[in-house]
């Protein structure tokens, strides 16, 4: 994580160029600081704050509702109204809402939505009340914070992580001789029980070519060869460097060798793990509610390490504060004070299938007696990678599951899939810096 | 949002829908009288009467056509504070090779010509024949009318989530049907080409089939039996009989009917968007498909903006054929 602590000292230092030319200039696109929280209750007169979080389904639209209840009993001062939108409508609304300001106060956000949101102008700078909060890159998983960083600013507290990890059915290890309990940790000893397997007529993990999951697991892939996704500025794809080509030859290579089937449609390796067609799929932490496992008996593990290093795709969502037009700064402290009072109280969340982002809660032997299926999930959070923070990234990132469909399905070798995709999100991220700039 | 013409909107649904579009195949009522003195004063009326829905299709036709045309010369990202004007900028680089959107543009155009050039032949063949053999005097003929119209009611969500599992390659019952007969049981139907075409294709006519068959139904209707016992006293058998009294019979409606499945058929999204996802790669993905994600997903409304009025000129130079080559067999 040398990279990181690298990243970590510029953003300091651009942070403190910023607060300076901040204190020059207070007028202009640049987002104030949420500046006038002090500790982490709120005393100032009683406000009603507004939240926005795309939390529609699972468990979450019963879970949110008693938690914004209980807060609003504890704390005589504020009233939180939840208001959860579908993710999308999200995206749509707050750009004119927050203009006109009538945007939430505080929202939740995905990992790489965050910079788009900041580049807008959207957001209320998060150091000030990162700082008040009493929050350090250390209550959280290593690298998170950053994930929620833009341009040097903080703009994201985290709220939750979803890690992809190695979901196995026994039944199927078990009837092909393969003992469960000695689940494969590496390449060789994966590559041995695929083989073992495809023996017993079994295809063992089934590879596809689309976001959930096959995009996914290749970025795993690509980072546990050593690569990353983008250059340290983001101006240039480096997901085609000989880590991303290995990355994807492995998965090819897992078709090629028979071990998957080919042309497997979307959700058809989990589809195929609930009917016991196939021993692993590689997949997020979200499918630990899946209901239709339990007709299985089944186990989650760390994904197994490919690659030189050990590394996993993890994605993030994070609460944002927003700068509405005239934001009145009580409604931010209060809100403020509502994203503390939640990540203490997050134990919970891990009933939607995410893990809560606060370590303190997360490392409570409590939570595990509750979701024992999480453990393997947590263990593997110290070498977790997140999204790339990046105004606009989603259009790059869309280029890689185009090269990832198309060498699964042997349109093109990995590694003209991968130049090919690398060379028009290049093309993209031009357009990006051209238009929301940083 | 404001992708321009109403045709090139990025709308799911490809049935075409209007009872405006009818307006063509009815023929000019042009009596006498209205060349006479009177006609201004019934011309004005006339136009009283068509004042309110000129408002409407001004308000939300026009306006936004033109309102697209004015977003299609500027980077515009509804995002930021400022729309730069950029000229012609955007249908240059339509039209540029190598730049940023030209090869996914023609790309998604090709995937929307190879679905239109497939699709359109046999949904006008299969609802032909259809709609002929309702049209004789058989036990049932209601009942069978309302099953090859029933999955026309459905919305393109259900047919694509309904298809999605039937045509999965892997656990699909297609496939499984197959594989029972001892055909191959791994066609991938939903994921690679050409089957992704066959799935989308056969999906589209399958959903959409029962609205022309019921309007060249109505069209075989109103074809006089008097000119069959005509023909069939000048010896027609069955065949002459269709090829000179039930085709010509049914010109105005074909006509109707051919430009409607053609433009529904060129605004194809929501088939390949839930069932091929635009794959493999992005070969299955539509002209729509790219223009939402462009406009919608990326920001992009200048460049959306740009390929939807290059769409619509396609689409109309196409349109504009049609309607000669129908006029001219009619003359």
Request: aromatic fraction near 10%; glycine fraction near 10%; include cysteine.
């Amino acid at each position: 994580m040398k990279k990181q602590s690298v990243r970590r000292g510029l953003a300091v230092a651009v942070a403190l160029g910023a607060s300076v030319a901040l204190a020059a200039c207070s007028s202009g696109s640049a987002a104030p600081q949420g500046a006038g929280v002090s500790g982490a209750d709120y005393s100032g007169p009683a406000v009603t704050i507004s939240f926005w979080n795309g939390w529609t389904g699972g468990a979450a639209p019963v879970l949110v509702p008693k938690l914004v209840d209980q807060f609003n009993k504890e704390h005589k001062n504020i009233v939180v109204k939840n208001n959860p939108l579908q993710w999308g409508d999200i995206a749509a609304k707050m750009p004119l809402a927050v203009k006109a300001g009538k945007g939430p106060d505080v929202a939740v956000a995905h990992g790489d939505d965050i910079a788009t949101y900041a580049a807008q102008g959207l957001l209320l700078k998060g150091d000030d009340i990162v700082k008040s909060l009493g929050y350090q890159a250390s209550d959280f998983p290593d690298g998170l914070m950053d994930a929620g960083n833009y341009g040097g600013t903080q703009y994201g507290i985290p709220w939750s992580v979803t890690p992809m990890g190695l979901y196995v059915n026994n039944d199927v290890l078990k009837a092909a001789g393969l003992d469960p309990a000695n689940i494969p940790t590496d390449k060789d000893s994966y590559m041995k029980a695929l083989a073992a397997l495809k023996t017993a007529g079994v295809q063992g993990e089934w590879v596809d070519g689309y976001v959930f999951t096959g995009t996914f697991e290749f970025e795993s892939l690509l980072w546990q060869f050593g690569g990353d996704l983008f250059n340290d500025g983001v101006t240039k794809a480096t997901f085609n460097s000989d880590a991303g080509v290995q990355a994807l030859t492995h998965m090819t290579d897992v078709i090629k060798a028979g071990y998957s089937p080919e042309n497997v449609a979307q959700d058809g390796n989990i589809n195929a793990l609930v009917s016991s067609k196939t021993a692993f799929n590689w997949n997020g932490v979200w499918q630990t509610t899946n209901t239709a496992l339990d007709k299985v008996d089944w186990a989650a593990t760390a994904v197994p390490q490919i690659g030189t290093e050990k590394a996993v795709w993890s994605s993030s969502t994070h609460w944002m504060f927003m700068n509405n037009k005239g934001q009145d700064k009580n409604k931010t402290a209060a809100a403020a004070t509502f994203v503390k009072w939640m990540n203490e109280h997050s134990s919970g969340w891990a009933e939607t299938g995410e893990l809560p982002a606060n370590n303190k809660v997360r490392n409570d032997p409590a939570l595990l007696e509750k979701y024992p299926n999480l453990k393997p999930f947590l263990d593997e959070l110290p070498y977790a990678h997140y999204e790339t923070s990046a105004p606009g990234i989603s259009n790059a990132m869309a280029t890689i599951t185009t090269a990832v469909n198309e060498a699964v399905l042997g349109k093109k070798t990995p590694k003209e899939a991968l130049d090919d995709a690398a060379a028009k999100a290049d093309q993209l991220l031009k357009q990006n810096k051209a238009q929301y700039g940083g | 949002m404001t992708l321009p013409p109403r045709r090139t909107s990025c709308s799911s649904r490809t049935k075409p829908s209007t009872v405006a579009n009818l307006a063509p195949i009815v023929p000019a009522l042009r009596s006498p009288r209205l060349r006479r003195a009177g006609g201004n004063r019934r011309t004005g009326i006339a136009y009283v009467f068509l004042a309110p829905f000129l408002v409407l299709f001004g308000v939300f036709v026009l306006a936004p056509a033109v309102y697209g045309l004015w977003i299609s010369l500027h980077n515009w990202n509804p995002l930021l504070p400022n729309q730069p004007f950029v000229g012609l900028d955007n249908y240059i680089q339509l039209f540029t090779p190598g730049s940023l959107t030209s090869g996914d543009f023609w790309e998604s155009m090709s995937a929307t010509g190879i679905f239109t050039v497939a699709s359109v032949p046999l949904l006008l063949v299969v609802p032909l024949a259809v709609a002929s053999l309702l049209n004789q005097k058989i036990k049932g003929g209601t009942v069978f009318r309302a099953i090859f119209f029933a999955p026309y009611v459905l919305g393109v969500a259900v047919i694509g989530v309904i298809w999605k599992y039937l045509l999965d390659p892997q656990v699909g019952v297609v496939n499984h049907v197959l594989g029972a007969f001892g055909l191959p049981d791994n066609t991938p139907w939903t994921v690679d080409v050409p089957w992704a075409w066959i799935s989308l294709v056969g999906v589209t006519v399958w959903w959409t089939l029962g609205f022309n068959t019921v309007i060249l139904l109505a069209g075989l209707k109103g074809i006089s039996p008097e000119l069959y016992d005509a023909a069939s006293m000048d010896g027609a058998g069955v065949w002459k009989k269709f090829t000179n009294v039930t085709l010509p019979g049914l010109r105005p409606v074909m006509m109707f009917v051919t430009t409607v499945t053609i433009l529904a058929s060129a605004n194809m999204f929501g088939q390949s968007y839930l069932l091929t996802k635009g794959g493999p790669g992005n070969q299955t993905r539509t002209a729509i498909m790219y223009i939402a994600d462009q406009g919608l997903s990326q920001n992009q409304m200048g460049a959306a903006s740009a390929m939807s009025y290059v769409l619509f000129a396609f689409l109309a130079v196409i349109s504009v054929i049609n309607f000669r080559l129908q006029r001219e067999k009619s003359n």
